[in-house]
């Protein structure tokens, strides 16, 4: 408890708190850690649920270091106060005492409005609809559970998936009805959940199409694209044995493959990055962790092809590289051969673009195509999250789900 005390009274409650402007949810930091200031746990508890009821599991996956306490003055000529750590422990607290929050209802709203898909913006983007009194509303989820990347994706060791279903009876509590195992675009069209009198629709299916490149003409059975890797430790599938494993890029998702092949048996795990520290984009934080868990990386190295015998890469080939201006730069004659048992691909990914055309929904630059309110080219449809914005985190499509529910609400009324 002293420590706790110690981390909140860092805090000098600014009276412009930048830490609310580097959070995309606009949490009201001040307020809930002068709560904890005074041991007013209930009320701070309260502060970070009204705001983000998913405040739990954000305090533990959040890239804080590049959002609130990024802007935190006390971080300039020092270190910042540990936003993510004070909700953690409130959160905490607040399970360690059986305690509830009771979400207020503002209105009575007597209308049917369909979500597709149950990642973090679909359940935003729900909350916030039932926190205004919408009545009727049906998130449909083409997967056997609801949570997306909190369930299928983020591995255990960093969030446990009891917090995911704490969130869900949340939403259950709040009269939000939920269909698992139905697919957009197979099961339910905008055409037919129009027809059931649904008035409002909003998409967040998420980025569902791995990007990869060809490394050999050759089909082999031991690369992986990582969501489909961290699917099978997530459902609990066996995991063939993976040997020397390869895991190509540099952001979170490669930290979490990298981490999970650790955890499933392989002999060495290899981060190859094709740019320098600095420039990769994933948390420090996770960055360090995967470091102790022994997986090792290599900076400024490119993988451009595989050799192959009998079906299975035996090893890549890699080119060194050079930054300049943030960019890596092959450097000539300066080839090398990697051996690896098993490849992971985790450059990121990207939206269904053909899926969303076919039914007219306008695409722009490998993106669905949104106004500032998130409002589609098709009358009543919005989309959040991935489908809109690149480089997207949990925080950041939480806050998209939270912004279309207003214009929804607006509309509705």
Known sequence: MEEIEDKADRCLNCKK??????????????????????????????ILQENNIMSEICSRICPVERQCMSKCVRGIKGEPVQ???????????????N?????????????????????????????????????????????????????????????????????????????????????????????????????IIFIALGATKTST??????????????????????????VKKLGKCVVIGGGNVALDSARVAKRTGAEEVHILYRRNETLMPASKSELKEALEDGVKIMYQAKVVSANVENGQVKSVNCIKTKIENEKAIDIENSEFKFDADTVIFAIGSKIDTSLFERIGLQVENGLLSVNEEYKTNIENVFAGGDLVETKSSVARAIATGKKAARTIIDNLM
Do not use: H
């Open 17 to 46: 708190p930048m830490c609310r402007e580097g959070c995309p949810i606009s949490t009201n930091i001040p307020n809930f850690i002068s709560k904890v200031k005074e041991k007013d746990y209930k009320s701070a508890y309260e």
């Open 83 to 97: 936003i993510n750590y004070l909700e953690q422990f409130i959160n905490d607290w607040a399970n360690k005492n």
């Open 99 to 199: 305690l509830e929050y009771d979400y207020k209802i503002r209105e009575s709203i007597n209308k049917k409005v369909a979500i597709i898909g149950a990642g973090p913006a679909g359940i935003a983007c729900a909350s916030e609809l039932a926190k205004a009194g919408i009545k009727n509303i049906t998130i449909f989820e083409k997967e056997e559970k609801c949570g997306g990347i909190l369930v299928y994706g983020i591995p255990d060791f960093r969030l446990s998936k009891n917090l995911v279903e704490n969130v869900i009876k949340k939403i259950k509590k709040l009269g939000i009805n939920i269909k698992n195992n139905v697919t957009f675009g197979k099961d339910i069209t905008i055409e037919n959940l129009k027809e059931q009198g649904y008035e």
């Open 213 to 238: 490149y060809k490394l050999t003409e050759e089909n082999v059975s031991n690369v992986y694209k990582y969501d489909d890797f961290l699917k099978l430790y997530n459902t609990g599938k066996p």
